[in-house]
């Protein structure tokens, strides 16, 4: 299991080559990966699957805080933890100051839901949806900064986000994390980064997903296994 604390956006269109520029050479940080092309397939929560996150959870778990998905032929399922409401993430104190959601996840890989999860499950029932990607990430000082391109349905989108791992939450930590932010949304310029447009990919899903499919029509081409 992995615990990070998150901060997202998500804006509809076509990535501006001024916000690109933005992360290329303006953001902070190293270059993790520069152009990294996949397509993942998440669980739809709105519709009644014969496989839920009951066969893995022993408790409900509201549709916006928890998303099941095939990454690159894996199982992952992310669950939110907590949300520490809306934080202003720069120093300016104009229009175009950013606002955003900070929260904090858990990550199972699909590993651990082999315990939870037999070989006789099957997802033929199940409707999934598939997001292309093609991400860019750096790193700062332990946080991660992501800018990725997104297609779903051809509805192109994009989304920037800020990630860091955590053994344990405490005041020190969170304040790391908010800082490193701050830092790099100071020479942000592009379309507007507000706590409207500040979730995980589990809400966004939920409110502009347009279409699932059947297991059997999707290219996941996996099934989970005890063996």
């Not at 598939?130 to 000082?141: A, F, L, N, S």
Request: charged letters at 30%; one cysteine or more; glycine letters at 4%.
């Amino acid at each position: 299991m992995e615990t990070t604390l998150e901060v997202r956006w998500f804006v509809k269109g076509m990535l501006p080559t001024l916000v690109q520029r933005w992360f290329r050479l303006e953001c902070p940080g190293k270059f993790i990966t520069k152009s990294e092309v996949r397509k993942d397939w998440y669980g739809d929560r709105k519709k009644n699957n014969r496989f839920t996150l009951k066969n893995i959870l022993s408790h409900e778990v509201a549709p916006q805080e928890a998303s099941l998905k095939f990454r690159q032929g894996n199982l992952e399922l992310k669950l939110r933890n907590q949300e520490f409401g809306i934080h202003r993430l720069t120093q300016i104190n104009d229009l175009s100051a950013c606002e955003g959601r900070v929260e904090q996840w858990c990550k199972y890989d699909w590993l651990e839901l082999t315990d939870f999860v037999s070989v006789q499950d099957s997802f033929d029932d199940t409707s999934w949806i598939g997001v292309e990607k093609k991400r860019e990430q750096k790193i700062d000082w332990g946080v991660k900064s992501e800018l990725t391109r997104l297609k779903i349905d051809r509805q192109s989108w994009w989304t920037i986000a800020f990630e860091m791992n955590q053994n344990n939450l405490n005041r020190q930590q969170y304040s790391h994390f908010k800082k490193l932010v701050q830092k790099a949304l100071q020479t942000y310029c592009g379309s507007k980064l507000s706590a409207n447009n500040s979730y995980g990919y589990s809400r966004w899903l939920l409110e502009f997903a347009p279409q699932t499919l059947p297991y059997r029509q999707t290219d996941i081409g996996i099934r989970l296994s005890n063996e």
